[in-house]
């Protein structure tokens, strides 16, 4: 849906134009899976995909938000009665946002806010971060806060964290917040430094695809939180603040002195090497060597196969069909159990990938993937 449109439906919505239009995208994560809460590497790029946002500013501490994605007319909030975890709808994902900027010291007093989104969700590429990151920025331009993009981000963070009450990390709302076009964001999650890489895949002839298996994941559900207390153990275990301080060719000395704590190990050995195959992702990126980057992407897969344990027939289903029909690399991205895969391929093979991998999932009886090209995308912006 496009600006002009969510312009116009928060005047049919509200009675008056709103002050502002604003959009933030969601993000593909090219490399660096559960790295962002051991304090490590990521390297996320921005779809052209996006969260719009139509907003006013109100001064009578009144929040009211309408969805045009959701059933259910517009939601009244007080801002002064928000409370962590006590909102289960999608309502909870913007008014985090206003309760992390109020409990920040920011006087933030309400808001008429209307949005659509075209970024899928529950598919891995962070619809909600998108949702979050929008707002944000929004009452950031209208209560001229002056935050930067980065403290934007980790304020999205909390509201998902302590507000919704999903434990996730950093990487999704930085991306949201500062992802730029043509670009992948090289992003240290431990101090927010960030560099960006250049990425134009089409122009060296290949094209990454992004292939939505449509099985839904559950962020906040269990699995997710066990590896990430898992990964704190092993940390705890190791002596370290996060696993991001146990260096790759110290890798056999750590899971040695782990013993017998099996999943411990496995978990650990992700990480350190999925930081490690960031910054090989970076270099060779940087040193033009970009289809080397395809078996450093599927490697990543297998750690998160074998090791992290957080793949599903699914995804497997999308990377091995799709190196077997000559992919040059393939991984599932985002939090894993469903979700979406992406895959590096030359630009002549791309129809015989994405039929391969429709076929094969016709043959095991799975659903009708959905697989769209991905471009490195602009990061938040004000639209009007
Ligand atoms: P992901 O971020 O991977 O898409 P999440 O489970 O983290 O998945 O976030 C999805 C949730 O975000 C949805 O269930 C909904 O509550 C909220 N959300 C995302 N986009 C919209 C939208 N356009 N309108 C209303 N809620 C949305
Ligand atoms: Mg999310």
């Given at each position: 849906?496009?600006?002009?449109?969510?312009?116009?439906?928060?005047?049919?919505?509200?009675?008056?134009?709103?002050?502002?239009?604003w959009s933030a995208p969601g993000r593909v994560n090219l490399?660096?899976?559960?790295?962002?809460?051991?304090?490590?590497?990521?390297?996320?790029?921005?779809?052209?995909?996006?969260?719009?946002?139509?907003?006013?500013?109100?001064?009578?501490?009144?929040?009211?938000?309408?969805?045009?994605?959701?059933?259910?007319?517009?939601?009244?909030?007080?801002?002064?009665?928000l409370a962590p975890e006590s909102d289960r709808n999608w309502?909870?994902?913007?008014?985090?946002?206003?309760?992390?900027?109020?409990?920040?010291?920011?006087?933030?007093?309400?808001?008429?806010?209307?949005?659509?989104?075209?970024?899928?969700?529950?598919?891995?590429?962070?619809?909600?971060?998108?949702?979050?990151?929008?707002?944000?920025?929004?009452?950031?331009?209208?209560?001229?806060?002056?935050?930067?993009?980065?403290?934007?981000?980790?304020?999205?963070?909390?509201?998902?964290?302590?507000?919704?009450?999903?434990?996730?990390?950093?990487?999704?709302?930085?991306?949201?917040?500062?992802?730029?076009?043509?670009?992948?964001?090289?992003?240290?999650?431990?101090?927010?430094?960030?560099?960006?890489?250049?990425?134009?895949?089409?122009?060296?002839?290949?094209?990454?695809?992004?292939?939505?298996?449509?099985?839904?994941?559950?962020?906040?559900?269990?699995?997710?939180?066990?590896?990430?207390?898992?990964?704190?153990?092993?940390?705890?275990?190791?002596?370290?603040?996060?696993?991001?301080?146990?260096?790759?060719?110290?890798?056999?000395?750590?899971?040695?002195?782990?013993?017998?704590?099996?999943?411990?190990?496995?978990?650990?050995?992700?990480?350190?090497?999925?930081?490690?195959?960031?910054?090989?992702?970076?270099?060779?990126?940087?040193?033009?060597?970009?289809?080397?980057?395809?078996?450093?992407?599927?490697?990543?897969?297998?750690?998160?196969?074998?090791?992290?344990?957080?793949?599903?027939?699914?995804?497997?289903?999308?990377?091995?069909?799709?190196?077997?029909?000559?992919?040059?690399?393939?991984?599932?991205?985002?939090?894993?159990?469903?979700?979406?895969?992406?895959?590096?391929?030359?630009?002549?093979?791309?129809e015989t990938v994405t039929k391969a991998v429709e076929s094969?999932?016709?043959?095991?009886?799975?659903?009708?993937?959905?697989?769209?090209?991905?471009?490195?995308?602009?990061?938040?912006?004000?639209?009007?």
């Amino acid at each position: 849906m496009g600006a002009q449109q969510v312009r116009d439906d928060f005047a049919g919505l509200y009675g008056a134009e709103p002050e502002g239009v604003w959009s933030a995208p969601g993000r593909v994560n090219l490399i660096g899976e559960h790295t962002d809460y051991n304090d490590g590497f990521v390297m996320p790029f921005a779809l052209p995909h996006v969260a719009t946002a139509a907003v006013t500013r109100r001064d009578d501490g009144v929040l009211r938000l309408h969805s045009a994605d959701v059933e259910g007319g517009v939601v009244e909030l007080r801002v002064d009665a928000l409370a962590p975890e006590s909102d289960r709808n999608w309502t909870a994902y913007p008014a985090g946002v206003v309760w992390a900027l109020r409990e920040a010291g920011h006087p933030v007093t309400g808001a008429d806010v209307h949005l659509a989104s075209t970024v899928p969700t529950g598919a891995g590429l962070s619809s909600s971060a998108a949702l979050e990151v929008v707002i944000a920025l929004a009452l950031n331009d209208l209560y001229e806060l002056g935050l930067q993009r980065w403290q934007l981000a980790r304020l999205c963070q909390r509201a998902e964290n302590v507000y919704v009450g999903a434990p996730t990390g950093i990487m999704d709302q930085t991306a949201s917040a500062c992802c730029t076009r043509g670009h992948a964001l090289f992003l240290d999650t431990r101090d927010l430094s960030q560099r960006q890489i250049p990425l134009d895949l089409a122009a060296e002839g290949m094209r990454l695809l992004v292939v939505d298996t449509q099985v839904k994941h559950a962020h906040s559900d269990g699995e997710y939180g066990k590896r990430r207390a898992g990964c704190e153990k092993g940390a705890a275990l190791l002596g370290v603040d996060a696993l991001r301080d146990i260096p790759y060719d110290g890798l056999d000395a750590a899971l040695a002195r782990l013993g017998d704590e099996d999943e411990v190990v496995r978990l650990v050995r992700h990480v350190v090497t999925e930081d490690q195959r960031v910054e090989h992702v970076v270099a060779l990126l940087e040193s033009g060597e970009t289809r080397a980057i395809g078996p450093v992407l599927t490697a990543g897969h297998a750690s998160l196969r074998d090791d992290f344990r957080i793949s599903c027939p699914e995804l497997d289903l999308v990377v091995d069909t799709a190196l077997a029909s000559g992919a040059l690399g393939a991984r599932m991205t985002g939090g894993g159990f469903g979700g979406s895969a992406i895959v590096l391929a030359e630009a002549a093979d791309v129809e015989t990938v994405t039929k391969a991998v429709e076929s094969a999932f016709a043959a095991a009886g799975f659903t009708a993937p959905r697989t769209f090209e991905a471009v490195p995308s602009a990061g938040a912006l004000r639209v009007s």
